[in-house]
């Protein structure tokens, strides 16, 4: 099958922290006293962010359990995991890998997002560079030996700017796969997530997250040729799906 592109749908927002956030980074040292679990940050500036791949396998798992598309597979060891079916939503919107087979490239690109100036300017006053420790106890259900350990996460509150792209391909209605369709279910996806978790340690109170939806923008092909971007009305498509009361 040929892919054409016949326009890109550029979507940007924030992603607000209702509770601390944590996706792990990497312990660089094993300082005495320093924390447990650490969370990502940009090699160059020490700032915290959520990198795309993150927000994209949240959403697409979150999409996957809610479509029913989890289920027996044949990905080499693993007997219990998601569809391949390149007629599921998931696929459609996010590709598949199937080796030897055939591949269906992602339409979705989800793009690192990073702290907005005034998170920024605010985190910058916490005694943990842009983050809180958090202190958790693990109880031994043998002994009762109490084991502490910590764990950071950025603070609530800070809000974090993010850049989403959807690919619209040339033919698309023939080959069944609607623009409607596409959009519906990736924000039915980030409103999954709304009532869900992003990162880790989300079943003991983190990553409880706000997605506000402020712009989407439509370039065709021609605007990468000279031509004009046409800007999309929110409260209009509100009409058309239902489910942006939720994200904007």
Same mark, same amino acid.
């Given at each position: 099958?040929t ?7 550029v979507?940007?927002g924030?992603?607000?922290?209702l509770?601390g956030?944590?996706?792990?980074g ?6 005495i006293g ?9 090699p160059?500036?020490?700032q915290? /962010? ?6 994209k396998g949240?959403?697409?798992s ?20 998601p569809?391949?079916?390149?007629e599921n ?11 030897e ?12 997002? /990073?702290?907005?100036?005034d998170?920024i300017?605010?985190l ?9 420790i ?6 031994d ?5 109490a ?16 850049e989403m792209v959807?690919?619209?391909h040339e033919g ?17 996806a ?8 992003l990162?880790g ?8 997250i706000?997605?506000q939806?402020?712009s989407?923008?439509k ?5 990468y040729?000279?031509?004009?971007e046409?800007?999309?009305d929110l ?5 058309? /799906? ?7």
């Open positions: 099958m892919y054409k592109i016949k326009e890109k749908q979507l940007k924030s992603i607000i922290l509770t956030l944590h996706i792990g990497t312990n660089n040292s094993l300082s320093g924390v447990d679990n650490s969370v990502v940050r940009h160059v500036n020490n915290p /962010y959520i990198p795309g791949s993150s927000l949240k959403l697409r979150l999409l996957e359990l809610a479509m029913g598309q989890i289920g027996n597979t044949s990905m080499g060891k693993v007997k219990n995991g569809s391949e079916n390149s939503i998931s696929v459609k919107l996010f590709g598949n890998a199937n080796g087979r055939s591949q269906i490239p992602s339409r979705v690109l989800v793009r690192d997002a /990073y702290l907005d100036e998170s300017d605010e910058d006053q916490t005694e943990a560079l842009f983050a809180e958090k202190t958790e106890v693990v109880i259900r043998i002994t009762s030996a084991m502490p350990r910590q764990l950071e996460r950025v603070p609530a509150g800070a809000k974090f700017n993010f959807l690919n619209i698309d209605e023939i080959s069944s796969v609607h623009e409607y369709e596409l959009l519906s279910n990736l924000f039915a980030m409103a999954l997530l709304q009532d869900d978790y990162g340690h989300g079943s003991r109170g983190s990553g409880q706000k997605i939806l402020q989407i923008t370039r065709s092909v021609k605007f040729l000279g031509g004009e046409e800007s999309v409260d209009a498509l509100k009409n058309k /799906y239902a489910v942006l009361e939720q994200l904007v």
